[in-house]
């Protein structure tokens, strides 16, 4: 199962560019691709909010 993105979101970007398969996509709030996703953890470790969870 892939990481999520919460509705607590405060969509700063700051997860984006730690993806390394490029799963995270801009919205009103930020969301992960579940079939990209490989669940390294990346962008836990830098969001500010501690809005995305793992599975």
């Known amino acids: 199962m892939a990481h999520k993105i919460a509705d607590t979101c405060i969509a700063c970007g700051a997860c984006q560019p730690e993806c390394p398969v490029d ?3 801009e919205g009103e709030i930020y969301i992960i691709d579940q079939d990209t996703c490989i ?5 836990v470790a830098v969001c500010p909010v501690d809005a ?3 599975p």
């Open 52 to 54: 995305i969870q793992a």
């Open 39 to 43: 669940d390294c953890g990346a962008c």
């Open 23 to 25: 799963c995270i996509k």
